[in-house]
């Protein structure tokens, strides 16, 4: 009994903790194993194996992780498109335009729509159409969106 | 015998301008250009109603020349950057430019009743 007390104080009270579930270490996937030492299987064993190879990805084609400082600047970059966002529809609320034909007040309502959807359009058509491009012209891409679709009905406040 | 490494056939066919790209060519044009001719109509009936008040030194040439040049001038970006495209990003791109132009015609009105 007290043996066993002295050598619960050189062992961690997790180690048998029954809930403690050690994580396997990342291993390289092996290649793949001949299925058959049989000697008419040989060629499609070795078509088996480029498969297999194949299949698992080359590092140098995997994409590229996205480096923080690109994460930040999409990240500011989707605020100021937010902010943008709310600035037309603010801008929607604030000017009335007296249009002397139906025609003319139908087309500038939906014009100041497209005018709210646009920066979330712009936005979302940069992401989705330079995932596979350098993250200079993802930002570029951005930039140039962010100089284009400024609110200036908002900053003519009354 | 070898053979030539085909290319997928929905590559060509997606690049081609078909007819559906035309149709929203010619769509997306119309639009552009109903925003054009209200343009237009502007860049003559502003000038002579300022003048007609005697204010004609306070017309805005700047706005209604860009106006007039930016429907004319996304569209065409539009097109030029959606050639290569597949016809759901060759949409998206003369939407995309149209909604630039709606912004600026927005901004330009709210623009001409501040100043």
Redo the contacts between chains.
């Keep these: 009994m007290s043996s066993d007390d002295d050598e619960d104080a050189l062992t961690w009270a997790g180690g048998r903790d029954p809930s403690h579930y050690e994580t396997p270490a990342a291993k390289p996937v092996p290649p793949a194993k001949p299925a058959k030492k049989n000697s008419a299987t040989a060629p499609a064993d070795s078509d088996a194996r480029s498969d297999a190879a194949a299949d698992v990805p080359d590092e140098d084609e995997l994409p590229a992780p996205m480096s923080s400082v690109v994460l930040v600047s999409l990240g500011i970059l989707g605020g100021i498109y937010l902010l943008y966002t709310v600035g037309w529809v603010v801008s929607w609320q604030r000017f009335v335009y007296g249009a002397a034909d139906v025609l003319g007040l139908v087309v500038f309502q939906i014009q100041q729509v497209l005018a709210i959807l646009a920066p979330p359009l712009w936005f979302v058509t940069t992401i989705l159409l330079t995932r596979n491009r350098r993250p200079a012209a993802r930002l570029l891409w951005l930039l140039i969106g962010a100089l284009v679709l400024i609110p200036w009905s908002f900053t003519f406040g009354r | 015998m070898t053979t030539e490494p085909t290319a997928p056939s929905g590559d060509k066919a997606s690049v081609r301008y078909g007819w559906p790209s035309i149709v929203v060519a010619i769509v997306f044009g119309l639009l552009n250009a ?2 054009l001719w ?1 343009a237009i109509g502007n860049l003559v009936n502003v000038p002579a109603g300022l003048a007609a008040q005697g204010l004609a030194s306070l017309t805005p040439w700047w706005l209604l020349i860009l106006d007039v040049v930016l429907p004319v001038a996304a569209y065409v970006v539009a097109f030029v950057m959606g050639r290569r495209q597949t016809l759901l ?1 060759r949409s ?2 003369f ?2 430019a ?6 600026s ?3 330009s ?3 001409t ?3």
């Design positions: 109903c925003v209200n990003v998206t791109f939407l995309v149209l909604a630039v132009v709606a912004c015609t927005v901004g009105i709210a623009y009743q501040t100043h």
